[in-house]
């Protein structure tokens, strides 16, 4: 019987401002098992960052509790990997050297020589290669995102966190990150949080999608994706993929409070 | 280096230097009015010995003072980039000691250290040249994204490490540009100190000599020189700032 690796637990969270206590997160359960990988939509502003921060450890929550792999999270740890809708590149250094960042914190085994390896394998992967040398500015938006998830799981880390990860992005670059995403699960197999905007890139990705409702935000909805593993762009346009949509987009209308009465009430 | 970023300021001066002489020329001013430059060569090659020793002075005050606006100002900067308190607490005493015109403060400099010409001439050139470095580099600091903490923060990395690997390479652009004009403000400190209070040494004595042997040439000759100097030393910023924040220059295109 294998625990959750990812485990939050009635999770409540507010900011102090200059108007007040902000309530952000209330009551906010999610788990996640070892290799599962776990969408979170909700509206705008709902604290889908503000969860992202509390499981990265870098910041604790004012009740309940975040474990990651058995173990209570009371600081940062070296075992997870982030990636945010803006890619956060340095500019002064080549996309190889960023892409090894992390290895250059984390304590690790490698030598020198393997983790450049390592960075180059994880850059082929993602269809960088040939770009390791360049600096982040002489590559486009898309391809700049793809370096940052290289670089968030250059470190093999436990837990990965995508905060929208692709939410600046065209579409038709994002369809081709999600295909990227499902070529990296499976060489190098993480146990993941996404946080989302796009429903139907949450059903794509996620094997499990996390609505939660508007702010103070709780866990409102849990849904399990039937399809696993990788999947085509076609699975999007079947009629399951089309009532699974549905059905999201009914439960955000609800967080938002928009949803008719009538429906709300069932 | 191309033959046109060579040649095209050398051409420049030239011309300058061609329009003053037809300037002076055309009106007939005598050399009390205004000097020309045929007249300045001579000024030049009387005191040659002169020029090298006082602008050698000018020059190494110059820097120290520079050295140290950096190093005061790079640390005010990041006591204030980093924390909110020092930030409101530092900020207008900051501003009104740069408000103050620093010729009012040269005679009491003069005063508080008296005979000691190399350290006051440093100091004003300090006082005159830390305040933009100190905004520049807190305001840098304090504009640093939270993601670009995040990122390493997120993998335990402590606060030193993400000043190094991230905060201060970031900033460098923002510290030269503040460089530039620290540089520019430093070189006037330090002929302000020689001028308004005269020892003897620094090119800024070799212009009161002028004044005082109504020599109208030799000061003129002086301004070119304080101008070469100038150039020379904003174009060595120029230079570290390639070296060293040359990431930051997106290609024209
Ligand atoms: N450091 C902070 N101090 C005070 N309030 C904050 C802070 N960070 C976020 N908030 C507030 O908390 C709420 C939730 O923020 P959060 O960034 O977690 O939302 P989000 O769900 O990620 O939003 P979005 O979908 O726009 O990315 C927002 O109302 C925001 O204004
Ligand atoms: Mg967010």
């Known amino acids: 019987m294998s625990e959750p690796l990812i485990e939050i637990k009635g999770v409540k969270h507010a900011y102090q401002t200059q108007a007040g206590p902000l309530p952000v997160l209330d009551g906010l359960d999610l788990s996640v098992p070892e290799g599962g990988f776990a969408a979170v939509v909700g509206p705008s502003g709902c604290g889908k960052s503000t969860l992202t921060r509390l499981v990265a450890g870098l910041m604790k929550p004012d009740q309940g509790e975040v474990w990651l792999h058995g173990q209570l999270v009371k600081g940062p740890k070296a075992t997870v990997g982030m990636a945010f809708q803006n890619p956060v590149l340095l500019e002064w250094r080549s996309i190889l050297k960023n892409v090894m960042l992390p290895l250059e914190i984390v304590p690790t085994k490698l030598s020198k020589r393997q983790q450049e390896d390592r960075a180059r394998k994880l850059l082929a992967l993602v269809g960088l290669e040939g770009f390791e040398d360049k600096r982040p500015s002489e590559l486009s938006g898309g391809m700049r995102q793809r370096a940052s998830l290289c670089r968030s799981l250059v470190h093999q880390p436990e837990v990965l966190i995508l905060d929208e990860p692709f939410g600046a992005l065209d579409a038709f670059t994002r369809e081709d990150l999600w295909q990227t995403m499902h070529r990296l699960k499976a060489e190098e197999p993480f146990t993941g949080v996404l946080i989302t905007h796009d429903l139907r890139e949450s059903i794509f990705l996620a094997d499990e999608v996390v609505v939660l409702s508007g702010r103070p935000a709780h866990t409102q909805y849990v849904m399990d994706v039937h399809l696993k593993g990788p999947r085509d762009l076609e699975h999007l346009y079947t009629p399951e993929s089309a009532e699974a949509l549905n059905i999201l987009r009914h439960q955000i209308q609800i967080a938002q409070g928009r949803a008719p009465v009538e429906e709300a009430a069932q | ?253």
Not at chain 2, 133 to 154: K, Q, W
Not at chain 2, 234 to 243: D, F, I, P, S, T
């Open chain 2, 1 to 253: 280096m191309s033959w046109q970023k060579v040649g095209v300021p050398i051409l420049a001066m030239a011309i300058f230097l061609v329009l003053w002489e037809l300037l002076v020329w055309a009106n007939g001013w005598p050399n009390y009015k205004m000097a020309s430059p045929s007249d300045l060569w001579p000024a030049f090659w009387k005191f040659k010995h002169l020029f090298v020793s006082m602008g050698w002075d000018t020059l190494w005050r110059t820097v120290v003072g520079l050295l140290l606006a950096v190093v005061v100002g790079v640390g005010l900067g990041m006591v204030m980039g980093f924390s909110r308190v020092m930030r409101d607490a530092l900020y207008p005493l900051l501003v009104g000691f740069n408000a103050i015109p620093k010729a009012t403060v040269v005679p009491i400099v003069a005063l508080m250290f008296v005979g000691a010409h190399d350290f006051n001439t440093v100091l004003i050139a300090f006082m005159i040249s830390f305040f933009p470095i100190a905004v520049s580099v807190s305001i840098g600091l304090s504009t640093l994204e939270p993601e670009y903490r995040d990122i390493l923060r997120s993998l335990g990395a402590s606060r030193v490490t993400i000043f190094w690997k991230i905060a201060l390479p970031k900033t460098l652009p923002e510290f030269f540009g503040a460089l530039k004009v620290a540089v520019t403000l430093a070189f006037i400190g330090t002929n302000l100190m020689e001028i308004v209070s005269p020892h003897g040494r620094g090119l800024g004595a070799l212009f009161d000599s002028g004044k005082t042997n109504s020599d109208y040439p030799l000061m003129f000759a002086v301004l070119i020189a304080l101008a070469f100097l100038g150039i020379v030393l904003y174009y060595v910023v120029v230079a570290l700032e390639k070296v060293f924040a040359g990431w930051a220059e997106r290609s024209p295109t």
